[in-house]
């Protein structure tokens, strides 16, 4: 371990007398977990800050930080880069993948939530996509422990993964040992290989662009003609100008950047938009959380459920408008952070409010409760329960409201119990008229029991009650006279 190690620092140091030496290096470290088990075999590699430093590199640099820290590092190296910069980049700790996409995971994530996973790591298929912009001479190195499990849920899965890989990037994956031998037989002035062959010398599991030449060589001479007629393309900026020069060179040294600029003068401003945001690799929970986020926001995406339909793209074009971005209706990575930064605060304002408005009202009921005599009074129960008929008190008026009821009569006649008992099955005899009885019966002061819509014991007796309350027979059962009496009282 301490060789391979060893190995990445010399590649480091010794790549400052390189063409190397002015390109970018993103690397990020994560091995203490507080939840997770630790990946302690990877600290090691905390001293790579350190050494690209003193090679003259442009670092970007993050270790054991939260998911904003790490795409905050990843966002202030794009903003550095420069067309025709080498790029790599070194993501170390663990992974979880879901349906393909990848996250490297921050310390602070406590579960492998499907649900969450999209919020708590660094995506891996943006760093591709990054890597995608300087074709050739970018590779994405992915350094997990295969030897430390951790508990997931259903659908994730430990090993990163990228599918495709971007045309002109080398992914390589490994442990720490592989993934340190590889660059030391890449990138180390004294012994550099092909990347393929060192791929293979290595034993890291490589995809992507595996050139038969070392890495961020070029194999050819770029002629005066070709650069003077590369030189009147980026002048003229128009697509026919680009076309000429593929025209000429298909291949040539520019021809990569020649494709990208003549596609983005092709696009429609909605075809670019629509096209950057399906570079995010945005899956379904990252878009519910951005819908939660823009709802928390109040823009109404009509609906939280991660598919972006229209409701999404007028809530998001509206709120780029509202903050200073084209209202494309569409996502930049920027535009993305920015509404996540700004639903931090609104979401604890809109708990803080609902708590306060909570209080407010139970608050509210006990002031009542005590206004209307703590139930000491028939009256004062029943106003009561009129206003807060699921108050914090309730269950106690209703129980003590048994205690004015006046002593049972004599029961009715079998002769009307029968003819209640027929009349219900006609008045009452669904599980719906039975759901409304049992309301209305509560509404009127009474305690039926559960409001299920089946007429149990203490429902029969809560009927007789009523019964009695109106004068009429207490049979138990919702006659017609009843019935009509109880929808007069609501």
Not at 26 to 49: E, G, Q
Not at 171 to 199: C, E, H, P, S, W
Not at 271 to 290: S, V, W
Not at 464 to 484: C, D
């Amino acid at each position: 371990m301490k060789k391979a190690i060893l190995g990445l620092a010399t590649t480091l140091t010794i790549a400052a007398s390189s063409a190397f030496s002015a390109d970018t290096a993103i690397v990020v470290i994560n091995s203490d977990y507080h939840s997770l088990p630790d990946t302690r075999s990877f600290r090691p590699f905390l001293n790579a800050r350190d050494i690209f430093k003193r090679a003259g590199f442009q670092v970007f640099f993050g270790t054991n930080q939260s998911y904003g820290d790490m795409a905050s590092r990843v966002r202030e190296a794009e903003k550095a880069l420069k067309p025709g910069d080498q790029l790599v980049v070194l993501l170390a700790g663990h992974f979880a993948t879901l349906q393909g996409d990848s996250f490297l995971l921050s310390p602070a994530v406590r579960a492998t939530d499907r649900h969450l996973v999209g919020s708590q790591g660094l995506a891996v298929n943006s760093l591709l996509s990054l890597a995608s912009e300087h074709p050739g001479q970018a590779i994405v190195a992915l350094a997990f422990d295969p030897d430390v499990n951790f508990p997931t849920s259903k659908g994730i899965t430990q090993i990163p993964q990228a599918n495709p890989v971007p045309e002109g990037v080398t992914l390589v994956k490994g442990n720490a040992k592989t993934i340190g031998q590889f660059f030391d037989l890449t990138i180390t002035g004294k012994r550099v290989m092909d990347v393929d062959i060192a791929a293979d010398a290595s034993g890291v599991e490589a995809s992507g662009f595996l050139p038969g030449a070392p890495f961020g060589s070029t194999s050819t001479t770029v002629s005066e003609a070709e650069k003077e007629l590369w030189a009147f393309a980026q002048e003229i900026d128009s697509p026919d100008a680009y076309q000429i020069y593929l025209n000429r060179y298909p291949e040539g040294a520019f021809s990569q950047d020649a494709k990208t600029r003549l596609a983005d003068l092709q696009e429609s401003p909605v075809e670019r938009a629509a096209r950057i945001e399906k570079e995010l690799g945005l899956i379904r929970p990252q878009r519910r959380k951005i819908q939660d986020d823009l709802t928390v926001l109040g823009y109404d995406t009509r609906g939280i459920d991660g598919v972006f339909g229209r409701g999404t793209r007028r809530a998001i074009a509206a709120w780029q408008r509202d903050n200073g971005f084209p209202d494309t209706g569409y996502l930049t990575r920027d535009s993305w952070q920015a509404i996540t930064d700004l639903a931090i605060p609104a979401r604890a304002e809109k708990e803080r409010l609902e708590a306060e408005k909570e209080a407010n009202r139970l608050e509210a009921d006990r002031a009542y409760w005590r206004e209307t005599g703590r139930g000491r009074s028939e009256a004062g129960l029943r106003a009561y329960l009129k206003r807060y008929p699921e108050g914090i008190y309730a269950e106690i008026a209703r129980e003590r409201l048994i205690a004015f009821e006046p002593p049972k009569p004599v029961g009715p006649a079998p002769a009307i119990i029968a003819r209640d008992r027929a009349e219900e099955r006609k008045v009452a005899g669904n599980p719906i008229a039975g759901l409304l009885v049992e309301r209305a019966i509560r509404n009127a002061g009474f305690n039926p029991g559960r409001i299920d819509g089946v007429f149990d014991d203490k429902t029969r007796v809560a009927i007789k009650a009523f019964q009695e309350s109106e004068g009429l027979p207490p049979t138990g059962f919702v006659g017609r006279q009843t019935f009509n009496r109880l929808l007069a009282s609501q």
